[in-house]
């Protein structure tokens, strides 16, 4: 066994109670009311750079939510890796349909996962695909030291759009100077076939309020007499797409790059099953844009969803009223070289444009990112793919996924950096889900890949 695969295992145990303490801080950056545990978690990850010898380590106060960041230069010859992770995690709602609490950390055997997998929200998004960098640190740090220098950057507000971190690289530029971006935040296609993100999807996120009469009204005394502002905005939202599951914004799809029928056909050659896939999530079909399958839905094409609607009564029971307003929160991923604010305006002016005269429309923006695309042919890429054949023994498939990392096209616009996205979660871990997961072998397979990767890159 080498000395990597040695240290992991006579380490493992200690690895995961340090994770499982990160996971006990509910560091949820969507509600204010964790400002507190974010600050906490914060200090931890600061208190753990400094145990790696890591130098001018910071807590950077931003707007919002901290960057914690730490480096370790060894010699300016030297190239230069920055680190990138998030801290903070999604909600936990709904709570009841956990099998056990969000924030207190268990281990489980699932099917998928025999020898075991972390339960808790974060496990894998991104608290321990991020921590499995720090151990890659302590390993390197145990076994010579680092080969090059770097740098690492972990932020609180990922998860609700990066906006203040955006700021802190316009700031920071030299200080976060590098040579390539490593990011563990994403996916591979299963536990035996590794895969590299090179694509992520941008997005738009908005939200509409549609305001019909000036107040409630009783719906039998009115009701089929006045504009319900509920039924109109399903009406819309309805209109968002054609019977081909087309989106019906005009110009909507004007940017979007249409790939070969070689490059889908290579896309086709992925292990995956239609049929496994509906059942995967409980239903009967996967569905979506005529003419794609469902891997190229969820990366090649872009896709509008509804993510919250609302307005009228919902409590117990039944109230009869035609409410005054009706809300939505929309999202639309994106695609090359699709860009947020156009596609932001595009859907406003469409909004507007098919709405009823009789309701008051509230556009408004939310947040937004780039797509994001990356080659295969990079030093970087091809070190990562070698770590990752090292040690599952299989070469990585390059894969384009469905989810969005904004900061990751901002890093290339500003920093002029790539970024290599070495994920290690499954479709199954239920990120953003209750009885968010992940695996103990992706785990512990994820910190020695990261480690060969230092030594391949360097080599
Ligand atoms: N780690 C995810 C993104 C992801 C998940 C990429 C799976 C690829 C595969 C990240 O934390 C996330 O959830 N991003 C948000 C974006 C954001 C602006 C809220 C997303 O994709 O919804
Ligand atoms: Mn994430
Ligand atoms: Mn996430």
């Known amino acids: 066994m080498d000395k990597v695969k040695e240290y992991i295992e006579r380490n493992k145990n200690k690895f995961l109670e340090e994770l499982f303490e990160l996971l006990r801080i509910p560091s949820i950056s969507a509600k204010s009311e964790h400002k507190k545990d974010i600050i906490t978690c914060a200090e931890l990850l600061k208190s753990h750079l400094e145990k790696q010898g890591f130098n001018n380590c910071e807590i950077c106060k931003t707007k919002g939510n901290p960057i914690v960041y730490g480096e370790k230069i060894i010699d300016n010859k030297l190239p230069t890796v920055l680190v990138y992770g998030h801290y903070d995690v999604q909600p936990t709602d709904p709570i009841e349909l956990w099998n056990s609490a969000p924030f207190e950390p268990i281990i489980k055997k699932t099917s998928i996962h025999p020898e075991g997998a972390i339960f808790a929200r974060g496990a894998c998004d991104d608290k321990g695909q991020m921590f499995m960098h720090i151990k890659a640190f302590e390993i390197l740090n145990n076994n010579g030291g680092f080969p090059c220098n770097i740098k690492i950057m972990i932020e609180g507000e990922e998860e609700i759009g990066s906006d203040n971190l955006e700021i802190f690289i316009e700031k920071n530029k030299r200080k976060l100077e590098c040579d390539i971006i490593l990011v563990s935040d994403t996916g591979m296609i299963d536990k035996k076939t590794p895969s590299i993100t090179i694509g992520l999807r941008g ?173 295969t042919e990079s030093k970087a890429y091809k070190s990562a793919s070698k770590a990752y054949e090292d040690v599952f023994k299989k070469e990585p498939i390059p894969t384009k996924d469905g989810g969005s990392i904004p900061i990751i096209a901002q890093f290339e616009k500003i920093l002029k950096s790539k970024t290599i996205l070495m994920g290690f979660g499954l479709d199954s871990d239920a990120i953003h889900s209750p009885n968010e997961h992940y695996g103990i072998s992706n785990f512990l397979n994820g910190i020695e890949t990261i480690t060969k990767f230092y030594y391949n890159y360097t080599k």
């Open 203 to 375: 997005m738009t996120y908005m939200e509409l309020e549609l305001t019909g009469p000036n107040r409630d009204l009783h719906s039998g005394h009115y009701g089929g007499s006045v504009i319900n502002p509920i039924n109109e905005l399903s009406r819309i939202i309805n209109l968002l797409h054609d019977n081909e599951k087309k989106i019906t914004i005009p110009g909507f799809y004007d940017e979007v790059i249409e790939y070969s029928d070689f490059e889908r056909k290579k896309m086709g050659s992925i292990p995956f099953s239609e049929i496994e896939y509906a059942k995967s999530v409980g239903i009967t079909n996967p569905s979506g844009e005529n003419g794609y399958t469902s891997i190229e839905r969820r990366s090649i094409r872009p896709c509008l969803d509804v993510n919250g609607i609302w307005g009228g009564y919902t409590e117990e029971g039944s109230k009869t009223v035609i409410p005054s307003k009706a809300y939505a929160k929309i999202s639309m991923r994106l695609v090359p070289n699709q860009r947020w604010k156009k596609i932001s305006q595009l859907f406003s002016n469409y909004i507007k444009k098919i709405a009823s005269p009789n309701v008051t429309v509230k556009v408004s923006e939310h947040h937004g990112g780039e797509p994001y695309l990356t080659s």
